[in-house]
């Protein structure tokens, strides 16, 4: 039977999922992100739930309590919730509150996914990462005492004062010695996983500002949590471009700004040469994705685009996902292109348009949606 402290954590637990799944859409519009805290958790802002008080009933009606005072006035002296000493001006407003949580990665997962409705991954390939695991299966008769198995251990002294006639029904004590314990052992259990790199290929070229970077930034955040939850080993590689394409960093992605013209498929060039080099589509799952305005250099580079993407990017990729980010400068006929191309219902090309913030959510799902 459950500990009524652990009902009452998880209950509190449930309340506080629905509360961020339901905020969840203003959440991300805003740009906000949980923070990593390094022990595979996430910390998530929102705003404080109250918790449950009593509530004064009539004074006419009798019963505990009742005596001289007002209500509302201090317990045995005590200060009232905003006295006492402190710096500023009492106030007669509610202070900012706010609350912060720890959700795993899973829990994260589980909101968006259930908020979008999203399927399952079902990667392609082989199972290439192999992993070690040990489960305790078996009973050692050596090993630390932290493994001890105090209940083997009891029926091991127990068969042996037996044996021995050494145990007395009157007074049963049983006191094991050494060669009576027993200890958890493990079994080595070699497992297979699938595993997935990412791709990221970004436009940084001058009509790429900084409200269409924070975009893609919450954005792949988002992806990258989602497919972080279906795959046990996950790569992330970063590639921007104008009218050149170059591999940085993450930091890098996201604060450069160039003021060149754009390439497209410089950017393509670059992610079949890395997908050709470090991952065989037989053992990877590999997911790129382009975000730009829509605007490239000419129809022969578009043409160009599209022939990388037939011939090398399409066939070794679970799916090839697009994202327009909306901007004033941006003509948007990659887009076009791409959609004349590739029809809605086209096996590995995804084309979501991203007009801002609000339409985040709706991106992720145009991307995820399939279950690829």
Not at 228 to 240: A, C, L, N, T, W
Not at 322 to 329: A, I, K, L, T
Not at 333 to 358: G, P
Request: proline share 5%; glycine share 8%.
């Amino acid at each position: 039977m459950d500990h009524p402290i652990k009902r009452d954590h998880s209950r509190f637990r449930k309340i506080v999922k629905g509360r961020i799944r339901d905020n969840l859409k203003k959440y991300v519009s805003r740009g906000e992100m949980p923070s990593p805290k390094g022990d595979g958790t996430y910390k998530i802002p929102m705003p404080s739930i109250d918790t449950p008080r009593f509530k004064f009933g009539d004074k006419n009606q009798g019963g505990m309590g009742q005596g001289q005072g007002q209500e509302g006035d201090p317990v045995d002296g005590q200060p009232q919730e905003g006295e006492g000493p402190g710096e500023g001006e009492v106030g007669n407003t509610e202070g900012n509150k706010e609350l912060e949580v720890d959700l795993s990665l899973e829990e994260l997962a589980h909101i968006l996914g259930e908020e979008l409705a999203l399927p399952n991954i079902e990667p392609k390939g082989k199972k290439s990462i192999q992993s070690t695991t040990n489960k305790y299966t078996s009973i050692g008769m050596t090993g630390p005492n932290s493994l001890k198995h105090f209940k083997r251990t009891y029926r091991e002294a127990m068969k042996r004062q037996m044996s021995t006639g050494t145990y007395d029904y009157i007074n049963p004590k049983v006191i094991p010695i050494k060669r009576d314990f027993r200890f958890r052992a493990s079994d080595a259990k070699v497992e297979y996983q699938n595993s997935a790199v990412v791709i990221y290929m970004m436009d940084v070229s001058g009509s790429m500002g900084d409200e269409q970077k924070e975009i893609v930034r919450t954005e792949s955040f988002w992806i990258n949590l989602w497919l972080k939850s279906q795959y046990k080993d996950i790569e992330i590689r970063y590639i921007i471009h104008d009218a050149s394409a170059k591999e940085v960093d993450e930091e890098t992605f996201f604060k450069t700004r160039e003021s060149g013209g754009t390439l497209i498929s410089s950017a393509l060039k670059l992610c079949k040469e890395i997908i050709q080099k470090d991952y065989d589509p037989n053992e990877w799952n590999i997911y790129p994705f382009h975000f730009s305005d829509g605007d490239n250099w000419s129809q022969d580079d578009t043409k160009l685009c599209l022939e990388i993407l037939d011939n090398d990017i399409l066939p070794a990729s679970n799916v090839f996902c697009y994202g327009q980010v909306e901007s004033r400068y941006g003509s948007g006929q990659f887009y076009k292109d791409l959609a004349q191309k590739y029809n809605e219902d086209h096996e590995k090309v995804i084309l979501s348009k991203i007009k801002n913030k609000e339409a985040i959510l709706d991106s992720i799902k145009d991307f995820l949606g399939k279950g690829k």
